[in-house]
């Protein structure tokens, strides 16, 4: 008898979920429906880390292309344009490498931060979409052997963190 009851508890729980997602909640991008298409103008690189400016935009590619609510397009046919300039890029020693009771190796932690200032204008439009604005990448690194790869690395992944946020100030813009 308990079981049979269980039984119809759980079938009543699941067709009311059922019903309940009927309630106007949905899953998807919260872009604007007219923003689809988004062209990344060349970072210009004022700090001395090299090839900043190319990582900086790879990462703002992958993160506008990351969930599938945009395409990256060329500037001439884009929906909106993001204009992006490296102001600084910062690595420094969080901890250095030591052995911990002269047995077992902890590698040396580095972090890395890269500050950028951004815009998003829409093509035609006086008003830029997102007004300059500056957002600064961080992460933490370990430094086993080769130093420079790893500082290469660090500064990688500080980019891919300004793009996220580049990209979630531009969607929150709509």
């Not at 119809?8 to 979920?17: K, Y």
């Not at 919260?30 to 935009?57: C, F, G, K």
């Not at 060329?74 to 052995?99: K, N, P």
Request: aromatic letters at 8%; charged letters at 15%.
């Amino acid at each position: 008898m308990f079981r049979l009851f269980s039984i119809l508890v759980c079938a009543a729980l699941a067709l009311a979920g059922c019903l309940a997602g009927g309630c106007g909640y949905h899953m998807g991008s919260i872009a604007h429906p007219q923003v689809t298409t988004v062209a990344i103008a060349p970072v210009v690189n004022e700090s001395l880390a090299y090839n900043a400016s190319a990582d900086m935009r790879g990462m703002l590619c992958d993160q506008f292309m990351f969930d599938g609510s945009f395409k990256i397009k060329e500037q001439g046919t884009a929906d909106c344009i993001v204009y992006a300039r490296i102001l600084d890029v910062v690595t420094a020693e969080v901890m250095s490498a030591s052995y911990n009771n002269g047995q077992t190796y902890q590698a040396a932690e580095w972090s890395a931060t890269v500050k950028v200032e951004f815009t998003v204008v829409i093509p035609g439009r006086k008003d830029p979409l997102v007004a300059k604005r500056t957002v600064s990448g961080t992460t933490n690194y370990q430094v086993e052997a080769d130093v420079e790869t790893n500082r290469r690395r660090g500064i990688q992944m500080a980019c891919r963190d300004a793009a996220q946020q580049i990209v979630i100030y531009t969607t929150e813009a709509f």
